[in-house]
DNA sequence: GATCGTACTGGACGATTGTCCAAAGCGTCT
DNA sequence: AGACGCTTTGGACAATCGTCCAGTACGATC
């Protein structure tokens, strides 16, 4: 892995772990195991280091949940892995970060914004596929709801699949 | 208006708009409108001002769902509401910063944790008394779905109530 | 009018911040 | 061997951080 990769990676890290504004230059090149000086040759600001690394995240777990709607059949089982493949992927706390720091720099919002639009369309095509009414508005408010349910869960977390997939579920009949 | 309740209404503005991490002492007495020492004068830690923030403003937030449950008769009328009363409460950005601090801090989860169980109780009840389906999940998972679509629409302001509301309003049936 | 306690000010303190840079390490080519 | 370019280091720099504290302002009490 290169030293660049290592600093992307402890970014991803760093984020979910302190929050996004608590991550310093010191920081990420202590976890990444390089000097400090070193953040600033690869990147040309910290604020670049986690954006260009959250973005990376959030498109690489968009992928990953197009291939995963190709193996569901039934939407109870594409919110089963929804919610499995989110938790896995970085943990729930960076993809809040995220948004909530998406809220606040023009540049990170755009790249959000555009991997956001990305995932709702796929989902929404499958959702019209197996007949779902309102597909597109039910991708759109599914896609908020997890997040949301990922939050939450962090805080209770007896908010299982179990409990989630039967309600939201019958959002999706 | 007290200095006390002003760094109190000062801190809620800051964690919304700059992150809970990015507030700091004199950012707070200047919005405050007083000096810099007087918050440690008041508060022993500047993390205190924003925990007593932010769970007064999530306290008095539900207490005002509770009271618009009581003028509420049917589910789509109830999420309308909602989303619109916590859309004015102080913003989206408050309540995920709280939730998302409340992951880091023991004092503030506990604090968070028993206004959430709160709210998803009174919640339970509104929908147990209106017949629909296992109300005590179905109340976890709205309360984390509503959250959810706030963040969301911070990023896409066309996630308006005229689209959330039907589909989340077929999980209400 | 002197005394007292509460509220508040503004600056001092050491630690940490983002950014930059001179110097050094190191493989490649002439 | 020498020169070159890319990578990395560790420290310098001003700014800001949280916290603390000596000193001031002011109404209430004697």
Do not use: A, F, Y
């Given at each position: 892995m290169t030293v660049r990769e290592r600093l992307l990676r402890a970014a991803t890290e760093l984020i979910a772990e302190k929050g996004w504004g608590a991550v310093s230059t010191r920081m990420l090149a202590d976890r990444a195991g390089v000097?400090?000086?070193?953040v600033h040759y690869h990147f040309h600001s910290v604020q670049a280091v986690l954006v260009q690394a959250s973005v990376g995240a959030l498109k690489s777990a968009v992928d990953d949940l197009g291939h995963l709607l190709d193996a569901s059949s039934t939407p109870a089982d594409v919110l089963t892995r929804l919610l499995e493949a989110l938790d896995g992927h970085g943990g729930q706390e960076l993809f809040t970060e995220t948004l909530l720091a998406a809220t606040r720099n023009d540049e990170l919002r755009q790249a959000v914004g555009e991997v956001l639009v990305d995932f709702r369309r796929t989902l929404a095509e499958w959702l019209a596929a197996r007949d779902v009414p309102t597909p597109v508005e039910t991708a759109a408010v599914l896609a908020a709801a997890v997040d949301g349910v990922l939050l939450h869960r962090a805080l209770s977390?007896?908010?299982t699949s179990d409990v989630v997939v039967p309600v939201l579920g019958r959002a999706l009949r």
């Open positions: 000097g400090s000086g070193v977390p007896d908010l």
